[in-house]
């Protein structure tokens, strides 16, 4: 049998993986890059195979970056049955159709830019309809239900206690008389979340295919609901916002469930709470009607103080036109909005009338890739484009740890020492960022004992019981001339603008030339040094 990675291969995002054994070829989640342009734009390659040769696909759970190509497979030829859980299907329901409506807007817009400049129209990378039609190939199966999808495979999810419906898969392939194990782990939740169920201890495999997310870090263990309750407080008390940029499945209803508790507690006032996101407005639904996969602890709460979110300050915003009047509203919101990264949506409109208020706070709760506006901020940008407008950042930009909703390196390590390998004992690290991905690899091997290797885009594993054999493919997932070359046209525009800027000063008030010349070859200097390691001078 062969296993392909064809996505999260030394990168977060764009989970999918080709399994062929038996002559039958299984895919393993259709993710979606995301985070930086040089990602994204992978989203329109061809896949590197043919859709219509996919005899079925296992669905880990309903976050875009596993789902989100779905629509594209489907409309290129794929025809057969999406296996997923029922409260992925139910979630799959809104997050598609979501997906592409955004998909249509941003060729939308792109072509009304591009019509001025005499280029070619582009094509959405799929439309609403292309959506929905693939939403009828969904089979909606139970946790712990065997599946047999194609002859020789069969199939049992597990709870991975990520979000709602998320699945462990456990892949039992039969080949010349011999069955192997393959647990794909899909993302691997963190134990004693809100809501949601720890993951499922998994006992024995023979290859194992692992998310390494927060893979080097650990999760502050701490109460947050104190500092939460402090943030609101101050920023209320200031006169600002409160902007939590959040993933709409999965994390806003963890900060709702926080929200509603610190109500109810009397930390904090009837402050208006605003869910600012048609599909986080929905994903809310989907949870309130699931509550048999709650945890114990959200099922005895709900028990005892009613259904969640049942706040009268809360309001949902689903139109448009509503959203936008949020901005010219007097008084203080606490705004959850996505997307989670703040690289799209409404809390674009959020950020861009709060980022240069001292008296609002923006609220960062969950993972911010390499490139998101999110992690820019995070990192202390002064000055960030935000819908086309440079804005200055003044507002308070807090991070929060601890709300993540993968597993840490701790907690993997945990999950890990439930299982036992067999045969290969071959581990592939997937779906992190390098240093995440290195620190899980190299805690597999000396912990474990066990073979582990971080994945290149389209490498292939040749698997057999007993042995393993990885065929490099030695393609390389993103141009790095192309990324170093979009960088440098952002920095050549910066420096342009700053130029212009400096000869104005200077021509205004001569006697400052002297100083601004020493700053400017001081500054040089100091640039030619930094790159004196890279062989550069």
């Not at 998310?211 to 870090?217: I, K, L």
């Not at 912990?447 to 057999?464: Q, S, V």
Request: net charge negative.
């Amino acid at each position: 049998m062969n296993l392909q990675f064809l996505g999260a291969a030394h990168t977060v995002t764009g989970s999918c993986y080709l399994l062929e054994a038996n002559d039958h070829k299984v895919l393993i989640d259709c993710g979606m890059f995301q985070g930086a342009r040089n990602l994204r734009d992978l989203n329109y390659n061809d896949f590197r195979f043919v859709p219509s040769d996919i005899d079925c696909v296992l669905l880990t759970h309903a976050h875009v970056d596993h789902c989100g190509l779905i629509p594209k497979l489907c409309k290129q030829g794929f025809k057969g049955d999406i296996y997923a859980t029922k409260a992925t299907c139910d979630l799959v329901n809104i997050m598609l159709p979501d997906s592409a409506h955004i998909q249509e807007s941003d060729a939308q817009i792109t072509n009304r830019k591009g019509q001025r400049m005499g280029k070619t129209p582009i094509a959405p990378l799929y439309t609403i309809d292309d959506a929905m039609a693939s939403l009828k190939q969904f089979v909606p199966i139970d946790y712990d239900q065997e599946i047999n999808p194609v002859n020789g495979i069969r199939a049992i999810y597990k709870d991975a206690g990520h979000i709602m419906g998320s699945a462990i898969i456990e892949v039992y392939v039969t080949e010349n008389g011999e069955e192997t194990k393959i647990v794909f782990t899909g993302d691997l939740g963190q134990p004693d979340q809100p809501i949601i169920k720890d993951p499922t201890h998994i006992k024995e495999a023979d290859y194992l295919v692992i998310e390494s997310t927060y893979g080097d870090r650990k999760h502050q263990i701490y109460d947050k609901e104190t500092p939460l309750a402090e943030i609101i407080n101050d920023t209320m008390d200031r006169g600002g916002n409160l902007i939590i940029p959040s993933f709409a499945v999965g994390r806003t209803q963890t900060m709702l469930y926080y929200l509603f508790k610190l109500w109810k507690a009397n930390r904090i006032e009837d402050y208006s709470v605003v869910v600012d996101s048609p599909l986080a407005v929905e994903a809310t639904r989907i949870f309130a009607k699931n509550t048999k996969y709650f945890d114990d602890e959200a099922t005895e709460y709900i028990r005892k103080h009613g259904k969640l979110p049942q706040m009268p300050q809360l309001r949902l915003c689903e139109s448009a036109n509503e959203s936008k009047a949020l901005n010219t509203e007097e008084g203080s919101h606490i705004i959850l909005s996505a997307s989670g990264m703040a690289d799209a949506g409404r809390v674009l409109h959020h950020l861009k009338h709060n980022l240069w208020r001292p008296e609002s706070t923006i609220l960062f709760v969950g993972y911010q890739a390499e490139g998101s506006l999110g992690r820019r901020l995070l990192e202390g940008a002064k000055k960030v484009k935000v819908l086309g407008e440079e804005i200055s950042v003044k507002a308070r930009i807090v991070n929060m740890d601890g709300f993540s909703a993968h597993a840490d390196y701790s907690q993997m390590e945990e999950w890990l020492q439930h299982l036992t390998m067999y045969n290969a004992k071959q581990v592939f690290v997937v779906h992190g960022e390098a240093t995440a991905s290195k620190a899980v690899k190299e805690m597999i091997e000396e912990e474990f004992g066990w073979n582990a290797y971080i994945p290149f885009y389209a490498d292939r594993a040749i698997m057999t019981k007993n042995t393993c054999e990885i065929k490099a493919a030695n393609i390389p997932q993103v141009s790095v001339e192309k990324d170093m070359e979009d960088f440098f046209v952002d920095v050549d525009a910066d420096y342009r603008q700053l130029r212009r800027r400096i000869i104005n000063l200077v021509v205004k008030n001569p006697e400052l030339m002297p100083a601004a010349m020493n700053t400017i070859q001081k500054g040089w200097r100091y640039v030619k040094r930094l790159f004196k390691d890279f062989g550069i001078s």
